[in-house]
């Protein structure tokens, strides 16, 4: 495990897991095991794969609350790679979203240039050959 909140974490894997499958994570703090259940979620590398926990029951919180106090040092790290990831997350969102306006507006300019130029075929068509 290279990083872990309060709210999920970042492992190294040797073989990514599919985006969005639940998993059992087990982990040794300072103050004991952590079990709980988590979501995979897009991996940020080939070996490094970000989760959130789904549940963690109370005293697995209440023990993962203490290491993390316990290690301010890391806490710090954590939180920036925590940072980093949503700033990511979120210039990720808005790049889809300009592709998403780029592709609409590049549709309706094919579609817009289809009808021009099939338009003076049409008229040529009727003028040269009356009913």
């Not at 070996?47 to 789904?54: A, D």
């Amino acid at each position: 495990m290279k990083v872990v909140s309060m709210t999920g974490g970042l492992l190294r894997l040797s073989k990514l897991l599919d985006q969005g499958c639940r998993v059992i994570v087990v982990f040794m703090t300072d103050v004991g095991a952590i079990f709980g259940s988590a979501e995979m979620l897009r991996p940020v590398s080939c070996h490094l794969q970000p989760f959130r926990f789904v549940t963690l029951d109370e005293d697995d919180e209440c023990r993962l609350r203490a290491a993390i106090q316990s290690s301010s040092t890391d806490n710090l790290i954590g939180k920036e790679w925590i940072n980093e990831y949503r700033a990511k997350l979120v210039r990720r969102k808005a790049r889809g979203q300009r592709f998403v306006i780029f592709a609409a507006l590049t549709l309706a300019a094919v579609c817009l240039g289809g009808i021009y130029i099939n338009a003076p075929e049409d008229r040529a068509e009727k003028h040269s050959h009356p009913e």
